[in-house]
Structures are given as C-alpha cells and as structure tokens.
C-alpha cells in the first residue's frame, strides 16, 4: 500500500508540474505587490482587524468558486476518492498550478487536513506592524479553498492558524470537512 | 601617529523627501563628548544641499565625501527615489562605508516594498537590528 501511495504522490506532483507549466505567468513581485495593495485597501476600507480579515476570506470565496473550474479544466487529475486524495490534490496540484509553491498535507485525521506552506508568494516583503498584529494576511487563500471546494459539493471550514507573519515557522491552513452537499436535482414534472 | 584600521565614530541618517529623518543611527567606538548628538544632526543637515547638487553630477548612488566639518567627513548615498542615507564619520574608511550603503540600500529597498510601510514615514521594525549588525560588521 505504501508503494502505492508513493506512486500516487509522484503522479500528482507530475500532475502539478504539468498544470504549472500550462498556465500563464506573472512577475512573482508584482503579484506581492498587487496583493498587497489589495489588502492595504482592504485595512483603509474597513478599519478593524476581525472585518478585514472577514473581508478578505470573502474576497477568496468569490476567487476560489470560479477558480476550481480552472482548475478543473487545466489539472489532468482524476476523481478524489476521499478527502484525503482531496487534500493531496491541492497541496501538490492546486496550489502548485496557481501560486508556483509546494505544499504539504500534514497532521490528517478523517474530515481534517492540515496544508503546509513553507514559501507564501503573497507575503513576500511583508512585515506586519503592531497594530496588525492579528491580521490573517494571508486569509484570502483560506476563502478560496473553502469557495472552490463548495463547488465541488464539500462544505469546509478554512483557518489560517500558522503563519510566518506571526512569528511562526511555516504558514499553515486548517481545513476541516463540515458537510457533503448533495446537488439538488429538480424534477421537471414537479 | 597614524592609527590604521581606526575604530572611528559613525552616525548615519537616513533623510526623506521633505529633508526630515526617517531613521538614526549611532555606532561609537570611542568616548563621546556630550554636545555632540545636536551638532551631528545639524552638520548633517548642512550637508543636504551639497548632496542636492552633487546628485547631478553622477550615474553613481554612492557620492563618497560630500562635505567636511573640522574633524568629521560627511559621506553620502542617494536613492532613485532621491532618499538620503547620510553617513557622519570621523575616519576614513571607504570601502567599510561604501559597502554598508549597498547593504543598507538593500534592506531599505525591502522595507519600500512592505504593503505597510508609507513612504516618508519612519522606519520601524526589524530594520533596526539589521542596520546595527551592519554597522557591526563594516566600522
């Protein structure tokens, strides 16, 4: 079993490599940047830590919902056959194929996963000030996760709760499965 | 009596745009007469306007020696984005200071591109400890 886990795991991260190699590129720098800007606007716009943080978890749902479909269309991966194959998939296809890093899946259980980012292109220069203290800079990726796999019929709750910002060694997201959503189909006779 | 290799005093300021300091500095190797820190601020200053028109002179960041003041030199390094790292300094030592204006330069250019940094503002954070290690290191 274990070979076949390993055989799995090169498989996906081929899989990443091929994904990253398809898709379009921008200058790492100027995606920091943009970033951000995005969440100083965010910080301008609504003052307080616990809203921005709320804000930008949104601002990644709205990104992840449509992301997952590119996702799907562009990464040559195969039906997850459990939430664990789902957290593999992310961590060394999705997040390979959009951010160019390697994640880890670590500390698993059933219905929760833990990914691990050693490298966070988002944060790259950044250096939150006192007052910041709290801000989960990186919260958006949490929100496009938790967007791109209710897509795919899984409720999630998605948690920044490491973070090299804070003083950490690694920045790690906490995902935990809440529910499995049946697609509702309606009947045209009703 | 030449001393080489002197460990000389240093103080060195990082000025903005609008000439106001955004980041200080000291490294002291030797007892300090009291009246200094007011004089080293303001021979600094002085020295702005020579910087202003040197500036023109060069493609080079690094202007050296820009102005003397009875036993210091003033040395000088300005940004693109015409910010002054000054450095007061009563040795010579030119390829000890030329070499922690590159540095500086580098961990200046890295606190510029912190989204939380605004331009002008002064420098906190680890910045500091970094400057110190470097100036450690060079005088």
Not at chain 1, 108 to 130: I, K, M, R, W, Y
Not at chain 2, 31 to 42: G, I, K, V
Not at chain 2, 81 to 100: A, P
Request: hydrophobic share 45%.
């Amino acid at each position: 079993q274990k070979a076949e886990t390993e055989m799995s795991a090169v498989r996906l991260n081929r899989a990443g490599d091929t994904a990253f190699a398809k898709v379009e590129k921008v200058s790492s720098e100027l995606f920091s940047l943009t970033y951000g800007a995005v969440v100083m606007q965010v910080i301008k716009d609504y003052e307080e830590v616990d809203a921005t943080n709320a804000q930008l978890e949104k601002m990644g749902y709205n990104i992840g919902v449509r992301l997952v479909d590119e996702f799907l269309a562009k990464a040559q991966v195969s039906a997850c056959q459990s939430f664990q194959d789902t957290a593999e998939v992310i961590a060394k296809v999705g997040f390979k194929m959009f951010l160019g890093v390697n994640a880890e899946v670590v500390k698993t259980t059933g219905d929760e996963f833990t990914l691990q980012l050693s490298d966070n292109p988002l944060a790259e220069f950044v250096e939150l000030p006192e007052q910041y203290a709290k801000l989960e800079y990186s919260g958006m990726l949490c929100g496009v996760l938790r967007g791109a796999l209710e897509m795919v019929q899984m409720r999630v709750t998605c948690t920044l709760v490491r973070d090299v910002l804070w003083g950490d060694d690694v920045t790690e997201i906490r995902v935990v499965l809440q529910e499995m959503l049946n697609e509702e189909y309606h009947d045209d006779e009703d | 009596r030449l001393l080489f290799m002197a460990s000389g005093n240093y103080m060195f300021v990082i000025v903005g745009e609008d000439d106001t300091p955004i980041y200080e500095v000291e490294f002291l190797n030797t007892q300090r007469r009291e009246d200094t820190s007011h004089l080293n601020q303001f021979i600094i200053h002085a020295a702005l306007d020579m910087v202003d028109e040197l500036v023109w002179g060069t493609h080079s960041m690094y202007l050296k020696c820009v102005d003397k003041f009875n036993d210091f030199n003033i040395s000088a390094f300005v940004t693109a984005g015409h910010i002054k790292l000054m450095l007061l300094h009563d040795v010579r030592n030119d390829d000890g200071i030329r070499n922690f204006f590159n540095d500086v330069y580098e961990l200046f250019v890295r606190v510029l591109m912190n989204p939380f940094y605004r331009p002008n503002a002064p420098i906190t954070s680890t910045f500091d400890a970094r400057v110190k290690l470097l100036g450690r290191k060079y005088f």
